[in-house]
């Protein structure tokens, strides 16, 4: 049952549930705001939003997946009384990339600035043409919940307007970057959570948004090539950033960031070796116990998934089936 409630784009579903509404944005200064994304019961969660003020209009980093997550972003923008005019993706997930088709309707002048791996995923025999066969053969079967179905559904109806998730604009390659007229620096990376994922650093503020290269409590394999993701992660700790937003989780400082990459290094060494998938587990949760402290259900979730994902490393030989090469 884990693995499908994995596959259905929904990936792993978080420890800790929350209520099926959007929380509230916050400040995090230098004119950027995060729409926390939210883990709920029986549902794929809604990665984090983080908005930037920029001088021409509102850039847009990732738009969540359920509505009451993109109304959020919508209900920022108005109150605000600016235009958004860029979204960018941080990689193709459905989590964090459902909502580009409300927000471009509603502010027509929107481009989406992402690589062209969704390409890949939306090809014939890609992740998301097999998830949704997939689910199409689930909707209407009793064993899946109410809420459950919801989630097909919504699942479906993205599918059917799959073009609002490619990129208006194509990110093919790392360096400044100028967004509704704010300058940024774009990373692309070589493989990682998807075949190129993106990543931005604020130089301005110190802030680094980084997406799903960082996910707790444990990381999402399903799309991954694990070494390279590794790579990413010292990049991301090359750059002075003084602050992290994660996809999924609390914005980090630089120590709690290092403690996630160093676990993931360890981690991977683990999962690619004949260790037993138990000490894999605990070499991932034991590593990010500084993160997940004083909640149990988080450090079970970090022992349990880690456990998973070692298994699903070993049966792509080291890296997710969708992962071509590392
Ligand atoms: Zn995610």
């Known amino acids: 049952m884990r693995a499908l409630v994995l596959m259905v784009s929904g ?14 944005v916050r400040d995090v200064g230098g004119g950027i705001h995060l729409l926390p994304g939210g883990a709920y019961t029986d549902r794929g969660p809604d990665g984090n939003t983080v908005i930037i003020d920029a001088p021409q209009g ?23 009384k600016r235009p958004i005019v860029a979204i960018v993706n941080t990689h193709w997930h459905l989590d964090h990339s459902s909502g580009n088709g ?6 027509a002048g929107a481009r989406v600035y992402t690589t062209n791996a969704v390409d890949r995923a939306l090809a014939p025999g890609g992740f998301l043409v097999r998830d949704l066969e997939m689910v199409k053969g689930l909707l209407g079967k009793p064993e899946f919940s109410v809420t459950r179905q919801d989630d ?7 599918m059917a307007e799959r073009d609002v998730l490619r990129p208006d604009v194509v990110l093919t390659k790392s360096g400044p970057m100028t967004l509704a007229g704010k300058t940024l620096d774009v990373r692309v990376t070589d ?19 980084i997406g799903d290269l960082v996910t707790v409590p444990v990381p999402f394999f399903e799309t991954a090539c694990p070494r390279k993701w590794g790579s990413a992660l010292d990049e ?12 999924h989780g609390e914005p980090m400082s630089r120590e709690q960031f290092n403690a996630y990459r ?8 683990c999962a690619v070796s004949d260790k037993a998938v138990q ?7 034991s590593g990010v116990a500084s993160l997940t402290a004083g909640n149990a259900s988080a450090q079970q979730e970090a022992q349990s998934g880690a456990e998973y994902y070692t298994e699903l490393l070993r049966e792509g030989g080291g890296k997710s089936r969708d992962c071509l090469a590392e």
């Open 102 to 107: 409300r927000l471009k309707r509603v502010h």
């Open 58 to 80: 509102l850039i847009v980093v990732d738009t969540g997946r359920h509505d009451w997550h993109s109304d959020a972003i919508l209900g920022f923008a108005a109150s605000a």
């Open 279 to 285: 000490q894999c587990g605990k070499v991932w949760s």
């Open 191 to 209: 493989k990682a959570v998807t075949d190129a994922d993106v990543w931005l650093y604020d130089a301005n503020s110190g802030v680094a948004i």
């Open 236 to 247: 991301v700790w090359r750059t002075p950033f003084k602050l992290a937003i994660p996809g």
């Open 262 to 269: 160093t676990s993931f290094h360890a981690f991977v060494d």
């Open 152 to 158: 097909f559904r919504r699942f479906i109806a993205t």
């Open 11 to 24: 990936l792993a579903a978080l420890a800790a549930a929350a209520a099926e509404e959007a929380r509230p």
